[in-house]
Structures are given as structure tokens and as C-alpha cells.
């Protein structure tokens, strides 16, 4: 069976837009994912790691634990052997609270994949593949979301293209999820049931591919 880690934010954990409540494990997009693969013959677990609220790098200054640095290393130990480490991460950079671009992001994504790499796994234990996912850019914030977020559609503009040359440059592969959908139009962040469901079955072809497998 392979093993595929998610290390992402809320728009993994599932949250309904606008709401606090949660989507189901069939209905994130890691779970569509999962299924996908079975189904397919490629039996897979996919393990989620996702906080609400994390960021690549640096730390929330209203809550703690939201640096996605801290304790990466230990997360790898802990789940190993991985065949795959997919990153989606970088929305929560763009809080209002912040004045990172897309460039800066992208540095956090470089450190998490030097961290996944360097991580203190057993001897014989294969240093997992990884594959980064740009998230879909935001778009203008909406409900309780807008202040929180505000003025992070220009901040993020061209997260993928910078997220792009990380991957390339340090030979880890690439998908954009804002290719096959968008944020939700009721909060302009998260992610809707449907929109979870096509980037599950995108990235299901992809990670077919990358343990092996097509579909």
C-alpha cells in the first residue's frame, strides 16, 4: 500500500465556506483523492495533516502552532515510510496581518521541501517524493472573511508562476490547483464541496503517475 502525506490549511481540512463547519473525509479533496486511487487499482492511504490557519513559515500572532516549519520534520518520522508529500500551502501568507507576496511564499515552500528532505527518518526508510500544489489565488474576500484577508487578492497574484520555479529548481514536481478551479465565490478563500471534488479527481491523475500508475 502507498502512503501519501497532505500538509496543508484549511482549504484541505475541509472547512464550508462562511461557516465552521467541517466537510466530510469522502468530501475534501484528499479523500476524493484516496478514492480515486482505490478505484483504480492503486491501493493507497492518504494521511491529512491539515491545520486552519497554517502558514509556511511564519507564525500567526493571534494563535499559536500556525508555522509550517514547526515540527515538519517530526511529522515525515512519524508517517513513515511515504511514498509522496504533497504541499498546498501559502493562502494563510496573505492574511492582512502580513506583507508578504507571492515571492515570499514561495521561500516558505522552499524551506518546508528542505525540511521534508532533511527530516531524521529511519536508515533504509526512502526520502519521499514531493509535489507542491499552488492553491487557487484568492479572490476578493467576502462575509467573515474580508477582514481578515483584505487586500490579499493582489498580494497573492502570481503565486503560481513563483511556486513553479521552486519546484523546478529543486526537482520536486508541480500541479496548479487554480488550473482546474477557483476559490469560493461566497467567501472568496476556501474552497466549495464541488470545487473539492475536481481538484481531487486532478490530482488523483497526478499522483497516479507519480507512484507509478495511470489511470
Request: with cysteine; charged share 20%.
Amino acid at each position: 500500500m502507498k502512503q501519501v502525506l497532505v500538509y496543508s490549511d484549511s482549504l484541505t481540512w475541509g472547512i464550508i465556506p462562511n461557516t465552521r463547519k467541517r466537510l466530510t473525509f469522502d468530501a475534501r479533496w484528499p479523500g476524493v483523492l484516496e478514492g480515486a486511487l482505490i478505484r483504480n487499482g492503486i491501493p493507497t492511504r492518504v494521511i491529512e495533516d491539515c491545520l486552519n490557519g497554517r502558514r509556511t513559515v511564519w507564525d500567526d500572532p493571534f494563535k499559536t502552532g500556525r508555522n509550517g516549519l514547526d515540527g515538519l520534520a517530526q511529522r515525515i518520522e512519524i508517517h513513515s515510510p511515504l511514498d509522496l508529500v504533497i504541499l498546498m500551502l501559502g493562502t494563510n501568507d496573505f492574511q492582512s496581518v502580513h506583507s508578504f507576496t507571492a515571492w515570499h511564499s514561495a521561500q516558505g515552500i522552499r524551506a518546508l521541501i528542505t525540511e521534508i528532505r532533511g527530516a531524521p527518518i529511519e536508515p533504509g526508510m526512502p526520502i519521499p517524493k514531493i509535489l507542491v500544489i499552488s492553491p487557487p489565488e484568492i479572490q476578493t474576500p467576502k462575509g467573515f472573511m474580508a477582514p481578515k484577508f483584505a487586500g490579499a487578492d493582489a498580494k497573492c497574484s502570481g503565486t503560481a508562476t513563483e511556486y513553479r520555479k521552486i519546484a523546478e529548481e529543486l526537482d520536486c514536481h508541480f500541479f496548479d490547483a487554480g488550473s482546474v478551479t477557483t476559490t469560493s465565490k461566497i467567501d472568496g478563500v476556501h474552497l466549495d464541496k464541488d470545487q473539492h471534488r475536481v481538484l481531487g479527481v486532478a490530482v488523483g491523475e497526478v499522483v497516479a503517475g507519480l507512484l507509478g500508475n495511470t489511470f
